[in-house]
Every structure is written in C-alpha cells, then in structure tokens.
C-alpha cells in the first residue's frame, strides 16, 4: 500500500529496493499495490508494478462492516495475484504483514507464501491511545489471522520475531534476514582529516 512514489513509510522503501535487487538479480519480479486511481500496470526499475484500487468497490454484504475496507482491499490483491499468476505463475509471493493484504494469498494452496514482518498495526495503535483495546480492531484480528496462516516468514530481526508473537501470535517457519542498505558513500568525497580523531554526530 506504501509503494512509492506514494507517500508512505519503511515497508513501502523495503519492498520497492527488494524488488529492485531481485529483478537486478535476473528475476521476474511483480509488485501489487493497493494504491492508485484506477488499475494499470507499468515496467519501473526493471520491475512490473500493478496498481489496484486503493478504495476497491466493496461488496454489500460487508459494506457496513468496520473491516469492509480492509476485507475488500485483501480481496482485490489477491484477485490481481491470481490474475497475474495464471499468466506466468509465480515461485514465491512476499507480502508484509501491514494491512493483512497476503491474507488470501498465505490461504491459497497453489502459491507459496512468505510473510514479511514489520511494524504492526497494533504496535501504531498502542502508541497512538494506549487506553484503547487495540486486540479487538479489526485490523489487528485480521493481522494476527494473516501471522498464523503463514507457513513462512521473513523477519529482519530477532526482536521483530518476539514483538510480533507478543502482539499476536509466534510466527511460523522464520527466517531473520536483517536488512541492508544500498552503500552510497562512493557519491560523496571524504572531507575530512584521517588524523585518528573519531567524530560522532
């Protein structure tokens, strides 16, 4: 949902230089965003990006639910997966646990499935009213389904490992791979004296 160029946070930066690297790797590599006006899809950074709806046409049977946005938001991702995976299927689908959108996915039997674990929902509502009882909004249910129903996980630290079986429940088959950065430091000149001198800012 964050991918850019929409104004958005970690997940959507760790998702769009992920993508990047496979598809720099030699993969064939899709992004399904659910923000954008209408649907389209485009080639950015050697990778095919699909924009779905960000409010998609909700049912009327959930119309009036607290959870129809998110249920119709997670139905319409795994609609464009499909999609795209009965074109050239697909080895591997990674989706964060942000807004449960790999939901259906984590539950389909043809695909294989790998949770990406990053700030919660909960976590963002607990800091926001720690009065509030964040376990019983919908989003939070729905996320801590999409935790249990995956076989595979990919967490960036031990400490994400525990925060979200705090949260929610333990993650299954976990993998801590932590995060890297691209090393930009040839860009720019060394200006300082290399006197010994450790500088901390």
Not at 21 to 40: E, K, L
Request: hydrophobic share 40%; aromatic share 6%.
């Amino acid at each position: 949902h964050q991918y850019p160029p929409a104004a958005g946070g970690g997940i959507g930066r760790f998702t769009a230089d992920l993508a990047a690297g496979f598809a720099a790797a030699g993969h064939d590599v899709h992004v399904i965003s659910s923000q954008g006006g209408a649907r389209a899809i485009s080639s950015e950074h050697g990778v095919w990006v699909h924009r779905v709806a960000d409010h998609p046409r909700m049912p009327e049977a959930i119309r009036y639910e607290p959870a129809g946005l998110y249920l119709s938001r997670i139905g319409l991702v795994y609609r464009e997966v499909m999609r795209a995976h009965s074109e050239k299927p697909f080895d591997i689908v990674s989706s964060p646990i942000w807004l449960a959108e790999g939901l259906l996915v984590a539950m389909e039997p043809r695909l294989t499935s790998v949770l990406s674990l990053h700030t919660s929902s909960k976590t963002l509502f607990n800091i926001a009213d720690p009065m509030k009882n964040a376990g019983k909004d919908p989003l939070t249910i729905l996320e801590a389904h999409c935790v249990s129903v995956h076989s595979h996980t990919h967490a960036n630290s031990n400490a994400a490992v525990a925060k979200v079986a705090g949260e929610y429940v333990a993650p299954n088959g976990v993998v801590v791979i932590p995060h890297g950065v691209t090393d930009e430091s040839p860009r720019f000149a060394r200006t300082r004296r290399d006197n010994g001198n450790v500088r901390v800012l």
